[in-house]
């Protein structure tokens, strides 16, 4: 590569806009760390033209970055499958690098993307994908490499870690703790793809392809988000010793079979995951020799989300990027054998609330589950007011079929509004 | 490079070990994650040649595997700074690729390597050198790239951080939980090198260097180790809501000053640093874009250890190693400008533990210091018998300076035995 790298970037959100400012202000502190000089020649977005300098070429259509001749790297910071998509093929095709943040499009394109990769020779990079401030993409396809990772638990939603701790810190339900967080701008206008799960799906198929050489499988992957968590679950959560967070898990079975899923899930306060609060995300991987390795940062934001971007645009200048994509090897035959399975298999420990009325005083919380092979192992309750009670107990572990058909068969005369949330142990 | 790597390793201790029989049981995978056939060729060790394959060349000279024409990659697992700096410099010389774990010798030659390395065009990579499980040495020569780091808070010694979390939870004196150590392998026969922290002042070396892109600076590094720290210490620590961590750090201050330094420091059991116990090791890192960083995991041990020099293998296969060897940079002129202030400058909280007699009992805490400029923050004493007290406090931020005259000047017939330890806040 000659030693000046021209980089079209498309996108000046708020992650475009600090990669702008940091390659133009650290211009010297970048050559010095990559002995090229980093330029961007050209920018595409949809509006803030005034933002870029005069002597930046400025597109409104981003594929017009493709056929500019002088750029050698795009910085794809749309995000979205569309236009986004059409750009990184477009630009592969092209010889132009590409690096992105598009973690969506990744989930669920990231095998066709990478097979265009791989057939022009191409670069495909991604560390800010996931965890923005965590170099976990780079810990994957290098310090780890070594190993089979076989576990994978994570928070990587910081939209949701703050709305869960803002519920936890001030007792307060699942709205006025999104409302919180979107005035503070830690969610967005419309959160859906925070809240229900989606954005940290996309993030663990993209790890769990990494851990496993497969291809990212977004569409199996179990969802559900954290709306329906109230005040009173994380209450008694909490009376049980345990916080309720997002948590994003890859887990090997036996058979090549793996639980890959996103779910609210209690996890014991004094476990380190519980202890990562706020807009943070943290990674727990488990290794064939290294055994546990934990990575806690800051998941989002213009800053920490850029800097991956720029360490991307460093490996591309020094020539230390990772050639394999996602888990794709043009080389291996069947790239998708590891099945994943149904929720209902999870074999693991669960919360099960439900209401009841205390007048109904003979009732001990034991004799709920009498019929059911369900072993009670913590119980604790909530009395909403004179008549209505909460109660949660702590199962023993159960293949979640088991725990479904047991709250199916509750004697509704007596049970009201029965729900589980997942317990995961370690 | 040729599709197969032949691999020349000296040193078969432990590490040398779970090398070796990752690179023998895994050579499928390994392929697979790197295309490239990878073999060792030829061991040096004093014993155990019984171990090796009978195809496999034995010398007992490390020596004999520079002259080997065969060898592409040389594993040094020696250790020391002797045959150790022969055999990388000469490995260096005639074209040898070098992976090495050799902490003490780089901390202490890594510069005059570098130079030999970049002399040469020669590669020289070194991840299982510093926290052996935790992939931090790539996290800050790519990850992190783009930051500036600022400041580094660190556990690297398993040995220390096993003994102290021994004396903390069976509240037992530094000896028997040395002893303990051990007996269960997580301390030398001869320890002095972990328990007096000098381990930690190499590994911090080496990431200071990283990081400021300066020569490392093992000698200028203040150093204490904690043979000193008693179960009082402790038990006073715990009472004031402290825990007691062999802590490395790097600081930049203002004028291109740093503190760098390893003491055993008091850290509020609330923080994350605290709450890694046993044989884990941490980094907390501070940078200009990411903010900051956690990364826990083992330090030691054979498999941990061996997966980072096996990952640096297949990053020498993969073509991406950083060609980047610590701050080393032939281009700068001046690889040296950053000034390691002494230790007395360090501005921070203490710990002072002062032993008195309780038949003073006219004594107020705060009287000890009345003519001092210390305030006293919070205080916690022990009752060792029926006339002796040990008494700590916790004073505001000082210059440590301070803290060691005002103790110089206490009443002598009044405090006996004072000592501090430092306080870090974050």
Excluded: W
């Amino acid at each position: 590569m000659k030693n000046i790298i021209k980089i079209g970037l498309a996108g000046l959100g708020v992650v475009g806009k600090s990669v702008y400012e940091i390659i133009s202000q650290d211009a010297e502190l970048l050559k010095l760390k990559s002995n090229h000089q980093l330029k961007i020649v050209a920018v595409s977005a949809k509006t803030a033209k005034n933002f870029v300098a005069s002597d930046v070429k400025f597109y409104n259509n981003p594929l017009d970055l493709v056929y500019d001749n002088e750029i050698d790297v795009i910085i794809e910071l749309i995000g979205g499958q569309d236009i986004a998509k059409q750009l990184i093929i477009s630009a592969l095709q092209n010889n132009k690098k590409v690096i992105t943040a598009n973690k969506a499009l990744l989930a669920c394109c990231g095998y066709e993307l990478a097979k265009i990769a791989n057939q022009h020779n191409g670069v495909l990079v991604y560390e800010a994908s996931v965890a923005g401030s965590i170099p976990i993409i780079k810990a994957y396809q290098q310090g780890f490499l070594a190993n089979k990772i076989n576990k994978i638990y994570a928070i990587l939603n910081g939209t949701c870690n703050f709305i869960l701790s803002e519920m936890t810190n001030k007792k307060q339900d699942f709205l006025p703790s999104l409302k919180q967080a979107q005035t503070l701008g830690f969610a967005e206008a419309d959160p859906t793809f925070d809240i229900e799960g989606i954005d940290t799906a996309h993030k663990i198929s993209i790890l769990a392809s990494l851990a496993s050489n497969t291809a990212p499988n977004f569409e199996q992957t179990y969802i559900e988000g954290i709306t329906k968590i109230t005040a009173n679950d994380i209450k008694i959560a909490n009376q049980l010793g345990y916080k309720i967070k997002l948590l994003a898990t890859y887990q090997q079975q036996e058979n090549n079979q793996v639980l890959q899923a996103v779910y609210p899930a209690l996890i014991s306060q004094q476990h380190k995951i519980s202890q990562v609060d706020g807009s943070y995300n943290c990674i727990l991987t488990y290794g064939q020799y290294f055994d546990d390795s934990f990575f806690v940062g800051k998941g989002a934001g213009g800053n920490p989300t850029a800097s991956a971007v720029v360490a991307d645009l460093l490996d591309i200048a020094n020539n230390t990027y990772s050639k394999q994509i996602l888990g794709y090897n043009a080389n291996k035959i069947n790239n998708d054998e590891q099945k994943i399975i149904s929720i209902n298999q999870r074999f693991g420990q669960y919360l099960i609330l439900f209401h009841f009325n205390k007048l109904q005083n003979n009732l001990a919380i034991e004799s709920v589950f009498k019929d059911s092979q369900i072993d009670c192992l913590q119980a604790s309750c909530i009395e909403l007011d004179e008549t209505k009670v909460i109660c949660g107990i702590i199962t023993n572990k159960q293949i979640e079929q088991n725990i479904v058909d047991t709250l199916d068969l509750l004697d509704k005369s007596i049970i009201k509004e029965a729900k589980f949330i997942r317990v995961e142990t370690f």
